[in-house]
């Protein structure tokens, strides 16, 4: 099980630190346009296929306002334009890193 010790914002990214040592740095914008809640991503409709929505972000909805953890496994992002359904799992944040 992923376990985070310490996570903050420094400056335009959020910074995470994990129980077995690893460190990631995650640039704000681009978590915001992760985010995997289905008003960003999409849901499948009754056939099964997948609607992607156009995301219109504009002005302070790229700055992180505060986060929370869920369950000891992920953390709820809370973004200044009142955007907060994304549920990050610890495993999710750490497959974001790995984008170049």
Known sequence: MIR???AAVVGSELALRFADGEEIYLALDMLRRACPCA????????????LRPVQQIEGRGF?????????GYALQLFWAD????????FDYLRRLALIP
């Open 39 to 50: 008003a960003c991503q999409g849901e499948p409709d009754a056939l099964g296929r997948v």
């Open 82 to 89: 009142g955007h907060s359904t994304g549920i990050y799992t």
């Open 4 to 6: 985070l010790d310490h």
């Open 63 to 71: 700055e992180l306002q505060r986060f929370e953890g869920v369950g």
